[in-house]
């Protein structure tokens, strides 16, 4: 079994409920727009740290983390990327990679809200942990935390941080 703690959008914004919400977890995953390499490096040092680059990422973000990641954690295919989209609406540039890889779990970032969707037609949780940085539009900041085990996800829950401002 895995625990898993799952943010996105943090635009620089670093806030030490990170640490108390992410010390528990076996790896943290970032979808995106990290907005600096301190807040890499920053979750990296809480535990081992997946993640994507962002739309409003540059260089060195870019340099460590590609567009999309796959892989396979206690039997779970996991797709993370940035923009990504829900059930019915998903970009179009990541559907190559859902045909491809048929994964279990979608993580994506990028609106700033969060959504827990099933998606019935390909069998898959797709999860948007929500924003938790300060910028944007968003009124509450959030992340996410599950588990994995043994091809099961499970004990998902959304973490409210706080208002924005």
Known sequence: MKKIGIISDTHSYWDE???KYFS????IWHAGDFGSQDIADGLARIKPLRGVHGNCD???IRYSFGPTL????EQVGVLLTHIGGYPGH???????????FHPQLFVCGHSHIARVMYDRQRQMLCVNPGAAGI???HQVRTLMRL???AGNIGNLEVVELGPRV
């Open 24 to 27: 528990d977890c076996d790896e």
């Open 58 to 60: 540059g260089y060195p």
């Open 17 to 19: 409920k990170y640490v």
């Open 147 to 149: 588990q994995l085990d």
């Open 70 to 73: 796959y892989f396979e954690l």
């Open 135 to 137: 910028q944007g539009f």
């Open 90 to 100: 998903y970009d179009p540039r990541i559907l190559a990679a859902m045909n491809q």
